[in-house]
């Protein structure tokens, strides 16, 4: 679709980007966080691996 096509986007589609942005700041919060105190090296990898997918889907959102 060409740019010049797109309609402005809702506020209600607005507020679901602004829950969406909040709600992947606080996984990635919440990962470093736990990752923090694992001590079990599988889940502390498995953990950095959600951080990063966290922040990328943040970064696509910002």
Known sequence: MNFM???PLSSKE???IADS???EDSLI????AAASVCTN???GQ???EHIQCHEKH???LS
């Open 5 to 7: 096509q797109m309609q």
């Open 14 to 16: 607005l507020n679901y």
């Open 21 to 23: 942005i909040a709600n």
């Open 29 to 32: 919060k919440l990962c470093t």
């Open 41 to 43: 090296a599988q889940i």
């Open 46 to 48: 498995e953990l950095s």
């Open 58 to 60: 943040l970064q696509t």
